[in-house]
């Protein structure tokens, strides 16, 4: 009687509704996947398994080097999971062959580098592509990064950075999208997307979205910091982009270095497990970053075998470097400090990325050698570069219509950065080749012919101390050959320079290294030396035209204030002098956007748009016990969104369909947009909201929306934003997301600054 109840419930189960929509929802090749998988495991044994887990660095090795290497000996022992730092299809198809001609199940590896923005073809610095505020443009780089890499063998990317920053004197800011979580996630999407593709064809390569959590609010800037704050911030501020890449699809995701509430990122069960694969319900690997386990021997989580199993059972399936989980995870295996099913997991995840890269049908997919002559460095790859950097320069200033120059007279061209190849690239420039990117002095020739005459004149060199200088610009690759005259006779060559000159270039600013993994500064301000030289250029009276080289935000009070035009280019990749040069005489107009604050001061830091009221906010000038500072005021030099073009734009009011937007309903805002001046050009039309009345405190303005529009000179077009409930949402004191009823304000400009403003309410 008893079994035949149960058969009469088991068939009822498997009758209802909910069985046959989760039967439906296991798609066929997922289910082939998970066999051939299961399959493969079944083989394997725990040593193979743990080997899975292993990603050393290669060093480059050379075939030769490979096949006699300790790492090669891993790999045939079936020791490694992947390899990074190689690349050439020679080179890899070498190794991979080791992998599945002389391992005894064959399993192919995972090849991956540091293909940050661009490959042998460079494009900006991220932080520069992110001031083009252009999806498309920024998913085309990323497509085009991983043809030009998995032409080179390599099939996985450890990109985007989508680490929020608010603070300049970290160097790797110059690595993300800057200090807004809603930007930052629109960048993260396009660039898994540019990476990944559909995952199917040969340059189609793994996304590694990084690091998560929080690395880019290390305390006072400083590299590898302690990270502290509340949960609440986390989720509005911080979180946002890594969530967006895991939505994308990245295939991976890398653990950051630094603790989160007093547990380093790598050994965080809440962050790897809870957050990421509970809540956001990721399905790719995690690996951890270079050494990031053995690190936390030093962050004082104890031995290697003991922080190995935290970072196992925290939800790692890779392990950097640190050949913590190759030398340990057995033994805690046989301890019960791990368990096989950690094992298995982490094993199984790293299978599913090859099996979905397609190495299991073809090893060699990435190892086409035909590939790389056709589809690296290539003249149209090249061409967008220099599209794509011409849109991501932000024209600080630009006073007396200096800018843009005429292509007659002569032009003074001054600068450590106006005749350099090497520092054109920026930081992370792995593949870059150092001697083949278009110099500002070439660029200017090539935009010039005959029509100008250029004089030049090296200024200064990067920092004053050549001790100093080395440490900056000379670490990892000799980029920089320093002019050994003193500072005076080369501001002396300068100033006979300007004194013959119709108008100076000055090229100067950051080298590439300035900027970029433990680069972090405490002074934000153009170097001294650099300076000297533009107060004696200024002191000429003729119009200075500053040509900025930056992977952060600088201190630029002094250069507003007496220089009459400021060209922010960042690091603008290969195509660099070419770039430059379509800006500074008008074949392109500047449209780029700051997407970080640059403050008055480093002692303004951390500084950004969207910061909260207080109870006593500055009340336009310093007044005694508010939020203000004695000496400056708390305004940026240049706000969030800030950027300059040769023509005007103006907005007119907002006009919304309704005052009242209905949840489950939507509103619409719309401003006519004019182009007032001489020049076509392109302006982002940047949607803010405040929430004025909340159960938590809101900031004073999030952004919500953009839209970078064309217009002719003198054309006007409509400019229209929908917005929702789902768009005034956010994480309450109990995380949970909801949008509250009540007032908002609304915001549309050209910059979060200078904005048109109207009100509406939400109801419920
Ligand atoms: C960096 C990562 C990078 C890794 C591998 C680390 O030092 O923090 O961003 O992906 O090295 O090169």
Known sequence: ??????????????????????????????????????????????DEKIGQLNLPSSGDITTGQASSSDISKKIKAGQVGGLFNIKGVDKIKAVQQIAVENSRLKIPLLFGMDVIHGYHTVFPIPLGISATWDMDAIKKSARIAATEASASGINWTFSPMVDISRDPRWGRISEGSGEDPYLGSQIAKAMVTGYQGKLQANNEILACVKHYALYGAGEAGRDYNTVDMSRVRMYNEYLPPYKAAVDAGSASIMASFNEVEGIPATGSKWLMTDVLRKEWGFKGFVVTDYTGIPEMIEHGMGDLQTVSALALNAGIDMDMVGDGFLNTLKKSLAEKKVSMDQINRACRLILEA?????????PYKFCDPTRAEKEV????????????????????????????????????????????TANMYGTWSVAALLDKSVTVLQGLKNALGND?????????NFLADSVMEHRYVNVHNPTYKRDSRTEAALIKEALDVAKKSD???????????????????????????QKNLLKELAKTGKPVVLV??????????????????????????SEAGNSIADVLFGNVNPSGKLTATFPQNVGQVPLYYSHKNTGRPEAGKFTKFRSNYLDVTNDPLYPFGFGLSYTNFSFSDIKLSSNTLTAGKSITATVKLT??????????????????????????KELKGFQKISLKAGESKDVTFTITEEDLKFYNSNLKFVAEPGDFKLFIGGNSRDVKETSFKLVK
């Open 503 to 529: 108008v100076i270039v000055a090229v100067m600013g950051e080298g590439s290294e300035f900027s970029g993994e433990s680069s972090s500064v405490t002074s934000i301000d153009l170097p001294e030396t």
């Open 377 to 420: 460095f290539t003249p149209e790859n090249r061409q967008v570069a220099r599209e794509i950097a011409a849109e991501s320069f932000v024209l600080l200033k630009n006073s007396n219509n200096t800018l843009p120059l005429k292509k007659s007279g002569t032009i003074g061209l001054i600068g450590p950065l106006s005749d350099n």
């Open 548 to 573: 900025l080289f930056t992977g952060r935000p600088l201190a630029l009070k002094w250069e507003n204030e007496n220089l009459p035009a400021i060209l922010n280019v960042w690091f603008p990749g």
């Open 452 to 460: 100008a005459k250029i004089l030049t004149a090296r200024g200064s």
């Open 354 to 362: 090859k099996y979905k890269l397609g190495l299991f049908t073809d």
């Open 1 to 46: 009687m008893k079994r035949i109840i149960s058969l009469i419930f088991l068939a009822a189960i498997c009758a209802s509704p909910l069985i046959a929509q989760q039967k439906k929802a296991v798609n066929p090749a997922q289910q082939k996947m998970d066999s051939f998988i299961t399959a493969l495991m079944a083989k394997m044994t725990v």
């Open 675 to 700: 182009n007032n001046g001489k020049y076509d050009g392109k302006e982002v039309v940047q949607l803010y909201t405040r929430d004025l009345v909340g159960s938590i405190t809101r900031p004073v």
